[in-house]
């Protein structure tokens, strides 16, 4: 029996014990949050999945800094389709790089209240599925699942049935340009020229434009015709004007307003068919632009239907990212259109820039004629060119946005509804129009992420064995560990 001054564990000692434990218990909570907050603002972000790419194009990541206002994506998508992975991985990408991009999902089979009200409050039809909706400043920009994968023919079944596979993912580029529309207050508007036998933009048919109008919806674009007479110019709120194949002559005072209109900083996008003859090289020619009236060949580069395969772009912003991803676009007969900063009619301070080329063996032949006619031009012949007209004394900064941008092709086929969506044609077409447009330098860079596919074959041995493997010798050898624990334990 110990006496009361003899004790082995005083009070003092006590109290001592648990403050130790205390301050232990406070250092390992600070160590931790010290840990957190470093791992916080110093990261590396890794992935093991093929498909994810975690690496931005600077223009996203510029943008994505300059962005002040909240945007709302709701990510409208069945569960069970393989496209909502790579969707939401991109966008929790998005909201890491800016908490301002705020993403919600929905699956319109599990959650039928919340799919009813994203239908009202959206304005969808009832059966609609698999849309990313993005809303900001009373604006929404609505992507489809169609828009962000593009489709290549992978061969043939027994029937002859093509079978198509997804080869690129597009969505940093879709993601992007409908973060930028919801968010840019300023809605350009877009008039395509009518009256001269011109693909027209309602036109659903092969030949007409629908797909056109809607790559220039999805940027944003308030789109109309535009018919010029003699009381009608050109309105004063055209950001750009589109000429799409125009085929009969168009009239001298037509021809007038058009010149004023480039004149005024006008940016238009004209594409000519190897047929038309709207009496336009004139106006071409005094903005440093030259157009044949001949056929281009290159037989290294033709395909079966006769359309010409062009892989060569020369360095120019509205082209870069296509150079870049070393994709190619599919043009079909198309005419020589070329730069000619020599001409007498063209003004000072006018850059005329090539975009794209053929091959080496390409040659101009007049139109009309086929088999072994004699060539009137040989090598890698233009097909397309950039105008932009450079800094004028006098002009301010400020008003550098309202410079003339012009850009020729010679060939309107590659973006009718039946060719539109061959090889890389809609993405030329949607980096020449945000040039044109001046949104270029946000696009810069951002192209399509390769989707890898990956499958797997057995033979029926091969099958046998993982079938005996999986539901027999795995099985049977947990059952015989735990006899063997439990015989052990009785022993």
Same mark, same amino acid.
């Given at each position: ?20 434990? %205390? ?8 160590? %931790? ?19 994810? *790419? ?10 994505? $800094?300059?962005? !002040? ?43 039928? =209240? ?37 489709? *290549? %023919? ?52 092969? =030949?007409?434009? %629908? ?6 919806? !999805? ?7 535009? $018919? ?46 190897? *047929? ?17 009236? *001949? ?13 010409? $395969? ?10 870069? =990212? ?68 450079? =800094? ?95 015989? $052990?334990?009785?022993?």
């Amino acid at each position: 029996m110990s006496t009361p001054g003899n004790e082995s564990y005083s009070t003092g000692r006590r109290w001592g014990g648990w403050v130790n434990c %205390a301050l232990a218990v406070l250092s390992v909570l600070a160590l %931790a949050a010290m840990a957190n907050y470093l791992s916080h603002r110093h990261y590396t972000r890794t992935s093991v999945a093929e498909n994810i *790419d975690l690496e931005f194009s600077s223009r996203t990541e510029l943008m994505l $800094r300059q962005l !002040d206002n909240e945007v709302k994506v709701t990510v409208f998508y069945d569960e069970e389709e393989s496209t909502r992975v790579l969707v939401l991985e991109l966008l929790k990408k998005y909201q890491h790089a800016n908490p301002l991009v705020r993403f919600t999902a929905v699956n319109p089979l599990r959650e039928p =209240a919340r799919a009813r009200e994203v239908i009202r409050r959206c304005r969808l039809p009832a059966q609609a599925r698999n849309l990313i909706i993005f809303e900001a400043n009373q604006r929404m920009q609505i992507i489809t699942h169609g828009q962000l994968t593009k489709m *290549d %023919a992978a061969g043939r079944t027994a029937k002859g049935e093509l079978v198509f596979k997804r080869t690129a993912f597009l969505g940093e580029l879709h993601f992007t340009s409908a973060i930028n529309v919801v968010s840019n207050p300023v809605v350009p508007r877009v008039y395509f020229l009518t009256g001269h036998g011109e693909h027209s933009a309602t036109n659903t048919g092969s =030949a007409g434009y %629908a797909k056109c109008h809607r790559l220039l919806k !999805d940027l944003g674009a308030v789109v109309a015709p535009l $018919r010029l007479n003699q009381n009608t110019p050109v309105p004063a709120d055209c950001r750009l004007l589109v000429l799409a194949g125009p085929q009969t002559e168009i009239a001298p005072t037509e021809l007038a307003k058009l010149k004023q209109y480039l004149e005024n900083g006008g940016r238009m996008l004209l594409l000519l068919s190897r *047929d038309s003859r709207a009496g336009l090289e004139y106006l071409l020619e005094s903005w440093a632009v030259t157009a044949h009236n *001949d056929v281009i060949v290159d037989p290294e580069n033709t395909l079966g239907d006769g359309t010409l $395969r062009v892989q060569q772009f020369m360095p120019h912003p509205s082209v870069r =990212a296509l150079q870049k991803a070393k994709v190619s676009v599919r043009l079909l007969m198309p005419r020589g259109v070329e730069a000619n900063t020599q001409s007498a009619l063209a003004p000072e301070g006018i850059q005329a820039t090539p975009l794209m080329v053929t091959g080496p063996t390409g040659s101009a032949r007049e139109t009309g004629t086929e088999g072994p006619a004699t060539p009137m031009r040989t090598g890698s012949l233009s097909l397309a060119v950039a105008v932009e007209k450079g =800094a004028i004394p006098g002009v301010k900064a400020e008003n550098a946005a309202r410079l003339t941008r012009l850009v020729v092709v010679g060939d309107s086929a590659f973006l009718r509804n039946d060719r539109i969506d061959t090889d890389a044609n809609r993405e030329f077409a949607w980096h020449t129009i945000n040039w044109l447009l001046n949104r270029a330098a946000l696009l810069k860079g951002i192209g399509p992420k390769p989707i890898h596919e990956y499958r797997f074959e057995y033979t029926k041995p091969q099958k046998h064995r993982m079938f005996a493997l999986l539901l027999v010798i795995l099985p049977a050898g947990t059952l015989l560990l735990g006899a063997m624990v439990w015989l $052990r334990r009785r022993a």
